[in-house]
Antibody, heavy 120, light 112 residues
Framework: EVQLLESGGGLVQPGGSLRLSCAAS????????MSWVRQAPGKGLEWVSTIINSGGSTYYADSVKGQFTISRDDSKNTLYLQMNSLRGEDTAIYYC?????????????WGQGTLVTVSS | DIVLTQTPLSSPVTLGQPASISCRSS???????????LSWLQQRPGQPPRLLIY???NRFSGVPDRFSGSGAGTDFTLKISRVEAEDVGVYYCTQATDFPKTFGQGTKLEIK
């Protein structure tokens, strides 16, 4: 059974940093691209970032480019999102997502999400 | 970026009646590999999104057959043949043909 378990969210002051983690199980993690998607309170879904493999191919939404860094540790089956210089508009539930085999962005499983609140 | 426009944004439906949601793309979603990566997600209140339909018309594992998808190119439709109470939530179309991955605004399905 595929499981994605996000952690690391919380309350942070503007300008602060957080690192989110997504622990994956039930599939061959190292062979899949992995992504983060966020959802601001009461709003729709916004793709944030994708990492293709540990070789380093990464993609970011323009809204977070230069601010967030996606990474992975295949030995731990874990995906990360380092978020710096956080602003109020980064407040959201952050989901990690796994794609269908052979694709990068065609998500079939989503985690439960972790809430990030940026506020003083 | 590919813009996905959903209509309607709100859909009050009587239990047992059909529902339909449209998704129009600003450009063709046909990938260079020949596939069209248009999916439909369901998000029940307080829950993460859940995949319903992928590549236009393929039901994901465990999805009831009252859900169906159709369309081609830039115009797509999600249909629920007979709405049940558990179908309440927000439905999103999303494309995986190109970066950045984008989503429709969401359609809120509610019971009359």
């Amino acid at each position: 059974e595929v499981q994605l378990l996000e952690s690391g969210g919380g309350l942070v002051q503007p300008g602060g940093s957080l690192r989110l983690s997504c622990a994956a199980s039930g599939f061959a993690f190292s062979t899949y691209a992995m992504s983060w998607v966020r959802q601001a309170p009461g709003k729709g879904l916004e793709w944030v970032s994708t990492i293709i493999n540990s070789g380093g191919s990464t993609y970011y939404a323009d809204s977070v480019k230069g601010q967030f860094t996606i990474s992975r540790d295949d030995s731990k089956n874990t995906l990360y999102l380092q978020m710096n210089s956080l602003r109020g508009e980064d407040t959201a539930i952050y989901y990690c997502a796994k794609p269908k085999a052979g694709t990068w962005l065609d998500f079939d499983y989503w985690g439960q999400g972790t809430l990030v609140t940026v506020s003083s | 970026d590919i813009v996905l426009t959903q209509t309607p944004l709100s859909s009050p439906v009587t239990l047992g009646q059909p529902a339909s949601i449209s998704c129009r793309s600003s450009q063709s979603l046909v990938h260079s590999d020949g596939n069209t990566y248009l999916s439909w997600l369901q998000q029940r209140p307080g829950q993460p999104p859940r995949l319903l339909i992928y590549k236009i018309s393929n039901r994901f594992s465990g999805v009831p057959d009252r859900f169906s998808g159709s369309g081609a190119g830039t115009d797509f439709t999600l249909k629920i043949s007979r709405v049940e109470a558990e179908d309440v939530g927000v439905y999103y179309c999303t494309q995986a043909t190109d970066f950045p991955k984008t989503f429709g605004q969401g359609t809120k399905l509610e019971i009359k």
